[in-house]
């Protein structure tokens, strides 16, 4: 399988499973790669949920420049929020989030 | 000169004439007074010097007070002052005179010139500086009246100016003027022997006696004066704005880190340079992305070009794919953790409350299970808590379902890695084969997916190599892979090999084996036991090499001739060989091993002969699917057959000890419990099952009934947790979790075995087993 194809099916299982409300890829400026979501409801979260990031990675750096922000999971009352940051050392830096809801 | 004048001017020119001894007032110029400098109103009088220049002083009194306040504040002063002083000052001020010269009064007229003339012209810069520069001119122009009259006349005098004249260009030059002395009065010295002595004698006397009549004198008031402030003039000039920027930043350790890294990292991309300037700025207050667009903006503008395969590129990048892969693990931690918990035997929390050990939970959930009939049965007879059989998950995707699945291993160095293959038993339903690693972590989707091209029906980790994973199939050849890559070619390959299996490999192992001769202490060997009748030893090259992949040779280290009968002869190899089905390597003397064949006899063989077997069992009337060493009794070992039964051996004895025949369907695969001596679990095509010897010899401690369109097919224990693992035949590997297992006692082996010796089972079977061909299922049934 083309590496392209691999990345699209993996997506699709994640998307696919029970529970999971949506699933957006976005780009460094905000702008939707993938998305599940309709696009003013996407550049909302990437807008909110990438400074939160940023502030998540730039803690986890200043404790420790060594380390770096793997992964950041938001748990409310209504949904858990899971984002998998992008690395900031490349020119364009990747973020995945994904909406699951509580069943 | 009128009267009032005249006396001062009088007095004047009388000091004029006596005064002069005392004085030596140096000037360019001699003057002399004959008028007095009068305000507005007074007489006024013309001032003619020794050349008979008019140098007449203008007046003080302009009607413009803004320009000339300076110097009309001076004039005043000086004028308020004499009227004030009196003859006192007057006689000073004319001694001053009388010496002829008067740079004071030539610096007044020449102030008074140049504001006469600031009223007349439009620019006052303009009259001073003419003034300034042509002060003879100046002063050839008189005066005739002090009044206003006399300036606005001067005025009318003045033609029209001009738009012209207006615009023109005036050439400003501002230099510094000579000194003005306001006051200088130089002292003197006399002998007193000269003819003026006496005078001058006299005239300090009478200033000395001034001087002491002046406090308290009416004719000295002190008066205040104002100065006039000078007003200042404002001036505006326009230039560019300069424009100001403020830039903070928030320094952070990483980001000195990052800094410092910098040059340790490749210079490759001209981005990343763009980016470390820009770095800093990121993290600037200010709207959601846009200071992070800025720079990325920048940095995107020089790569306008490549727009077009931005998403491919992030989409197929590696962090991507990582992060993918993170996302999907955590996802399954997600919705699996309960069960995961289970697994590693954790207490699982349901809701929010603990419920303690799984007992608890077995308490709890008793309705899930059908063993309450085997449990009451039991509890009779034992004390001990029966154990369940509680499912968890299974490992099960869309690419799996429909095959059978006829194998499991785990891996030898992670416990929680599992290859599964895929592969019918039936020679009528094959079709392409499947091996599939899970892990743990992901019970949705396999890790490695390897297609092959016929059913797979065995297979194994290596313990030396852990990354290889060798698969038997249908077809008789052997494969093997390499977990560590996604790739999905295999590594080593049978397929160009002379002397391959042609019948199914049911059954391959990696067995250590110790190799004294060659004193390389423990070496790793492929087995593989196939239905042609040949239980072959697969080399691997030194090099994991593709290319020696075409060597794989098989040295046929036993060439086994399975009479069917005993009282076959035996004959040509390809045509009398029985096949095998299964074989186990002793655990603790890994050079003899048993084998099971098709027709029911379990050879029990050595390595080091290739001839003869040691021993054979005959107990079972069917196929052999199974034979397993007990872990901890080395000397028993069980067999399942298609002849719907499971027997218990000894090694030394050539019938069986116990038979356990529980439903009447083939039994497709056994195995001990890697933690008791006494479990095992078997599994049939309707039924899983565990069997406890120390509890029941009968019948199963519990048992999991299958779906009724699936046969269960296989069925594995795990290493590190109590946990049993189900392959059905439509794909599904279910996990189920035994709970209420006793403590493992392995240790207790010795004890274990002489209880269960102890039982009546061991008499009962001692007592059976010299006898020769007694049916000893029958008797063991019957017990």
């Avoid at chain 2, 005179?97 to 504001?115: A, E, I």
Wanted: hydrophobic residues 35%; proline residues 4%; glycine residues 6%.
């Amino acid at each position: 399988m083309t590496l392209i194809a691999e990345v699209e099916e993996t997506l699709k299982r994640i998307q696919a499973h029970r529970g999971v409300v949506a699933t957006m890829v976005v780009n460094a400026e905000g702008i939707p790669i993938r998305t599940t979501l309709d696009n003013s409801t996407t550049v909302q979260y990437a807008g909110l949920l990438h400074q939160l990031t940023m502030k998540a990675r730039s803690t986890v750096r200043d404790i420790d420049p060594q380390n770096d922000l793997t992964f950041l999971r938001i748990r409310s009352k209504k949904h858990e929020i899971m984002v998998a940051p992008g690395n900031i050392s490349i020119k364009i830096t990747i973020e995945l989030y994904v909406l699951l809801s509580f069943f | 000169v009128p009267k009032q004048s005249q006396a001062k001017v009088t007095a004047l020119s009388r000091l004029n004439s006596k005064g002069k001894a005392g004085m030596q007032t140096p000037s360019p110029l001699s003057w002399c007074i004959l008028g007095i400098i009068c305000r507005e109103g007074m007489p006024v009088y013309s001032v003619f010097d020794d050349e008979g220049k008019d140098v007449t002083p203008h007046p003080l009194f302009r009607s413009d007070p803004n320009t000339v306040l300076p110097r009309q504040g001076k004039l005043l002063a000086s004028s308020a002052y004499f009227g004030a002083t009196g003859s006192g000052f007057l006689s000073s001020f004319s001694m001053h005179q009388t010496s002829g010269v008067n740079g004071t009064l030539g610096s007044f007229s020449r102030t008074y010139g140049s504001s006469s003339t600031s009223l007349s012209n439009a620019s006052t810069t303009e009259s001073v500086l003419d003034e300034i520069v042509e002060p003879e001119q100046k002063r050839s122009r008189l005066l005739t009246s002090y009044n206003f009259s006399d300036v606005q006349v001067r005025q009318e005098e003045i033609k029209e100016w001009t738009n012209e004249d207006l615009d023109r260009r005036v050439d400003i030059y501002l230099t510094e003027t000579e000194t003005i002395w306001i006051l200088d009065m130089p002292s003197v010295v006399v002998s007193v022997e000269s003819e003026d002595a006496g005078r001058v004698l006299e005239r300090n006397r009478i200033y000395v006696d001034i001087c002491k009549n002046r406090p308290g004198n009416d004719r000295f008031v002190e008066k205040m004066m104002q100065t006039i402030n000078g007003a200042a003039k404002n001036k505006e000039v326009q230039c560019d704005k300069i424009i100001m920027e403020d830039k903070g930043m928030l320094v952070t350790s990483w980001d000195l880190y990052d800094s410092f890294n910098v040059s340790e990292i490749e210079p490759t991309s001209k981005y990343y340079h763009v980016k470390t300037v820009f770095f800093p700025y990121y993290l600037l207050s200010g709207s959601t992305t846009s200071s992070l667009m800025i720079s990325e903006s920048a940095v995107l503008a020089r790569i306008h070009e490549e727009e077009e395969c931005h998403s491919e590129a992030i989409l197929t990048s590696e962090n991507f794919q990582q992060n993918l892969f993170f996302m999907e693990r955590i996802l399954m931690e997600n919705i699996f953790q309960p069960k995961l918990a289970a697994y590693r035997q954790f207490p699982v929390l349901i809701g929010l409350f603990l419920i303690g050990c799984p007992a608890a939970v077995k308490e709890a959930k008793q309705e899930e299970h059908d063993k309450e009939k085997d449990k009451e049965e039991q509890k009779d007879a034992f004390v001990d808590p029966s154990i369940l059989l509680e499912r968890l998950w299974s490992y099960i995707c869309d690419l799996t379902s429909g095959h059978n699945v006829s194998t499991m291993a785990w891996s030898k160095v992670n416990p929680d890695l599992l290859a599964v293959g895929y592969g019918a038993f039936d020679c009528k339903e094959q079709k392409k084969g499947l091996v599939c690693c899970w892990s743990l972590k992901n019970p949705m989707w396999p890790e490695r997916i390897f297609q092959c091209e016929h059913g797979v029906t065995a297979l194994d980790f290596s313990m030396a190599s852990p990354n290889l994973l060798a698969v038997g199939m249908y077809d008789g050849s052997v494969t093997i892979y390499n977990v560590r890559s996604c790739n999905d070619a295999a590594l080593l390959d049978s397929s160009e090999s002379s002397n391959k299996h042609t019948g199914p490999v049911w059954q391959m192992r990696w067995v250590e084996q110790d190799r004294g001769a060659t004193g390389d202490g423990k070496k790793e060997r492929l087995i593989c036991i196939s239905a042609d009748g040949r239980i072959t030893e697969w080399f691997i090259q030194k090099r994991l090499d593709c290319i020696d992949l075409m060597k794989i040779k098989r040295t046929e280290s036993e060439k086994k001739k399975l009479p069917g009968e005993k009282e076959r002869k035996r004959e040509a190899l390809i045509s009398q060989q029985a096949a095998g089905m299964c074989f186990d390597f002793h655990p603790k003397d890994t050079n003899f091993y048993l084998a099971g064949t098709e027709e029911g006899h379990i050879h029990k063989c050595s390595c080091s002969c290739n001839e003869q077997f040691l021993e054979t069992y005959r107990g079972h009337k069917g196929p052999v699917y199974k034979v397993a060493w007990n872990p901890f009794s080395t000397d028993m070992f069980l067999s399942c057959s298609a002849d719907w039964s499971i027997i218990l051996w000894h090694q030394d004895s050539q019938t069986p000890i116990l038979t356990f025949s529980s439903t009447t369907a083939f039994v497709h695969d056994v195995m001990w419990s890697p933690k008791s001596a006494c479990i095992f679990a078997a599994v049939n095509e309707s039924r899983a099952e565990i069997w406890d010897l120390s509890a029941s010899i009968l019948n199963p401690v519990t048992s999991c009934f299958a779906n009724p369109r699936v046969k269960f097919t296989s069925v594995l224990f795990a290493k590190n947790t109590d946990c049993l693992l189900v392959g059905d035949s439509k794909g599904e590997v279910s996990v189920f979790e035994l709970q209420n297992l006793a403590a493992p006692n392995n240790n207790k082996v010795r004890f274990t075995r002489t209880r269960w010796w102890s039982s009546e089972a061991c008499m009962l079977v001692w007592y059976f087993i010299p006898p020769k061909g007694a049916s000893v299922k029958d008797l063991a049934n019957r017990y």
